[in-house]
Structure formats: structure tokens, C-alpha cells
Nanobody
Framework: QVQLVESGGGLVQAGGSLRLSCVAS????????MGWYRQAPGKQRELVAA???????TYAEPVKGRFTISRDYAVNKVYLQMNSLKPEDTAVYYC?????????????????WGQGTQVTVSS
């Protein structure tokens, strides 16, 4: 069964940095687009950054110039380097990927979510 596992969240002071990691595991044929979303309390989940396979990244306006998304294709990982963190960046961060994988003997195309990792930025 294919899954995404995030790591790297935590508590940091405003102005600090964190690096999130996410790895896809399972019987995978290809990992297409990968991205990071976040959801703050009482708010809808929103896109933070995304990167297609072989393409350039896109960022939400609030994080442009502060966050950097990158991928390691060899190990099906995606990273989110977060610098100059602000209290308004506090949220649960979710990894998302579009994956071609094997399931019950058949090739499937699925949109997969990680379990989320908490990022808390104190003022």
C-alpha cells in the first residue's frame, strides 16, 4: 500500500527555520506532482507549494521568498525549507502526491495524503 510519511515539524520562534520532509513508499511506478498544503485551526486547507515531475515549483503568495520546495527523485522525497517563519505560518502541514502505484495486482493512479505534521511558530 502506498503512503506518504512527513517529518520535521515542531515549535520554533518567529524568524526561525524548519525543514519538512516527506517520503513516498510502497510499490510505486512513478511519483508525479508533489506538494505541501497546510491547515490552520478554523481555516480551510490551502496549497503552500507544489512541484511537478521535471517542472518548476509554484508557491502561494504568503510564502514566496521564504519557503523553498525541492525533490529527490531517486528516493521519492519532497522537502519544504521554511525560513523567516511567522506566527501566521502555524498550521498542520500535509504532504500530497500524485502517484502511479500497484494495488491488488493492478496499476492505479491515486492522489495520496500524508498524516500531517504540526508547525508552531511563537511570537
Amino acid at each position: 500500500q502506498v503512503q506518504l510519511v512527513e517529518s520535521g515539524g515542531g515549535l520554533v520562534q518567529a524568524g526561525g527555520s524548519l525543514r519538512l520532509s516527506c517520503v513516498a513508499s510502497g510499490t510505486i511506478f512513478s511519483v508525479n506532482a508533489m506538494g505541501w498544503y497546510r491547515q490552520a485551526p478554523g481555516k480551510q486547507r490551502e496549497l503552500v507549494a507544489a512541484i511537478p515531475r521535471g517542472g518548476g515549483p509554484t508557491y502561494a503568495e504568503p510564502v514566496k521568498g521564504r519557503f523553498t520546495i525541492s525533490r529527490d527523485y531517486a528516493v521519492n522525497k519532497v522537502y519544504l525549507q521554511m525560513n523567516s517563519l511567522k506566527p501566521e505560518d502555524t498550521a498542520v502541514y500535509y504532504c500530497n502526491a500524485d502517484i502511479d502505484h500497484l494495488l491488488l495486482g493492478s496499476r492505479r493512479h491515486s492522489d495520496i495524503w500524508g498524516q500531517g505534521t504540526q508547525v508552531t511558530v511563537s511570537s
